[in-house]
């Protein structure tokens, strides 16, 4: 079986560097919020070309945090899309804001910023475009109308490691960048971690304070907080691989490539490249409207895919409850046709030549 995503095999290519970084950190008998976590936050910070990075425990604390240190709470909204892992939204109701949802751009996936606009209300009080499967959103515009309504702007970089736009990292160009470490993530940790990466000084000093108690020092809270951290095992992992992440990023890329070459007589809609994006390819992602059976059929010829994501946000139950009747057309239809071919690092030139050969008997049976 050829898996979508394959975090072992990550692992194994750098088996040796892991292992001796893992004995490093249990011999040092320090095991969070040590040395390892603030040499982490300061290489990811110089690789993301921000002031700061803070390490906290998953990408869902990374976003839950970011709305909590720019005072957004109980009776604010905050504007962002409804295709994207539910988290996003998770966020926004664990600070006690009101997630509004807005569609998105057939081509890219991401929000449609030309609708942005029309969705804010006197209550608004931020955006979260999410830069999904490795692609970043229209940032230009989505700085201008957060500009021009005085809104915050928190990237959901949750897919995007690693990603450009206008030649500027994912998370680099809002007030405060969100990333989980999940381990299938192009920068994966082996467990749960997240990280917000950000220029605004005083706005890293209240995150810290948040992620731990609030405590300006140990004991003592200044402000509300509670228990998010990164630790040591997991920033010590994700060193190792954040040095070859722009390395890793390019084979995915590469495998982007041969994928468009491979399958681009077939009748499947293939990924379509923002011209301001480098896209990292977190995952590649085609529409069909033979969806189902395409992957039942790959299925059985030991082809694993993957559905992000077979129900919006809007559509299911809880959020409907909260939302109400919300329709986004576009949204929608592509919930019914995506589907995520197997992309990853150490994917083989013969498994994705497999892949294609798989999808080619489909088609022409």
Not at 328 to 356: D, G, H
């Amino acid at each position: 079986m050829i898996p979508c995503a394959n975090p072992k095999a990550q692992y194994l290519a750098y088996r040796d560097e892991i292992d001796s970084v893992i004995q490093r950190v249990m011999e040092s008998g320090w095991y969070v919020l040590g040395k390892e976590v603030s040499d982490f936050e300061n290489d990811f910070a110089q690789f993301n070309t921000v002031s700061h990075a803070i390490g906290v425990g998953s990408g869902t604390d990374a976003l839950h945090i970011a709305l909590r240190a720019l005072d957004i709470g109980p009776g604010d909204e905050v504007i962002t899309t409804a295709h994207t892992a539910v988290a996003t939204a998770s966020a926004i109701v664990l600070a006690g804001a009101n997630p509004i949802f807005v569609d998105i751009e057939p081509d890219f996936f991401t929000i449609d910023s030309n609708l942005i606009s029309d969705a804010i209300s006197p209550r608004t009080k931020a955006i979260i475009p999410v830069h999904i499967y490795g692609q970043t959103c229209d940032m230009d515009a989505i700085m201008k109308i957060a500009d021009k309504f005085g809104l915050k702007v928190i990237e959901d970089c949750a897919q995007a490691h690693g990603a450009e736009y206008r030649g500027k990292r994912a998370g680099s160009v809002g007030d405060v960048g969100c990333f989980s470490f999940y381990p299938t993530k192009n920068l994966g940790a082996i467990g749960d971690g997240g990280a917000l990466v950000t220029n605004n000084d005083r706005l890293a000093e209240k995150i810290k304070l948040i992620r731990e108690y609030g405590w300006e020092k140990r004991y003592i809270s200044s402000k509300e907080g509670w228990n998010s951290r990164l630790d040591e095992l997991q920033a010590a992992i994700l060193r190792v691989k954040l040095k070859n992440l722009d390395i890793d990023n390019g084979r995915r890329q590469q495998h982007a490539k041969k994928y468009d070459e491979l399958l681009k007589e077939l009748p499947l809609e293939l990924p379509i490249i923002h011209k301001n994006c480098r896209h990292v390819f977190h995952l590649f992602v085609v529409k069909t409207e033979k969806r189902d059976e395409l992957k039942e059929y790959l299925q059985l010829h030991s082809v694993n895919t993957t559905i992000q994501y077979p129900v919006p946000v809007h559509k299911q139950k809880y959020y409907q409850k909260m939302v109400g009747e919300c329709s986004l057309p576009v949204t929608e239809q592509v919930a019914k046709r995506i589907l995520s071919l197997p992309i990853y690092p150490e994917l083989t030139e013969k498994e994705i030549s497999k892949v294609s050969i798989v999808l080619k008997n489909y088609f022409s049976d």
